[in-house]
């Protein structure tokens, strides 16, 4: 049985740092592409950063994240983390750690088959 399972949401304030983590079991990491993405209330979950597989572990970002977020896999293949710098209120939103085959739409959430509960990232002013 494949789990995912993030941690590390918080309330923080604009211009501060966050890491979230996502532990999986039942799949080794670094055969799938591992996303993170996010879903804000009233809109549509989006892509944030990805880490494709094998062993060049090759990242992926959105617009939005680039500069500011970095995605790492980690060497044991156990789990990612999503670092976050320079956090703005329009970063709010529950964040979701996914697993699937990747592929060109890496971006979609179709291209993912397992999920995470998701965990809560409140920025302030």
């Known amino acids: 049985q494949v789990q995912l399972v993030e941690s590390g949401g918080a309330l923080v304030h604009a211009g501060e740092s966050l890491t979230l983590s996502c532990v999986v079991s039942g799949r080794t990491v670094s055969f799938w592409f591992m996303g993170w993405f996010r879903q804000a209330p009233g809109k549509e979950r989006e892509f944030v950063a990805g880490v494709e597989p094998g062993i060049s572990a090759s990242t992926r970002y959105a617009d939005v994240a680039k500069g500011r977020f970095t995605v790492a896999r980690d060497a044991a293949g156990k789990s990612i983390s999503l670092q976050m710098n320079n956090l703005t209120p329009e970063d709010a939103a529950v964040y979701y750690c996914?697993?699937?085959?990747?592929?060109?739409?890496?971006?979609?959430?179709?291209?993912?088959?397992?999920w995470g509960q998701g965990t809560q990232v409140t920025v302030s002013e």
């Open positions: 996914a697993s699937g085959e990747g592929g060109p739409n890496y971006h979609l959430p179709r291209s993912y088959d397992y």
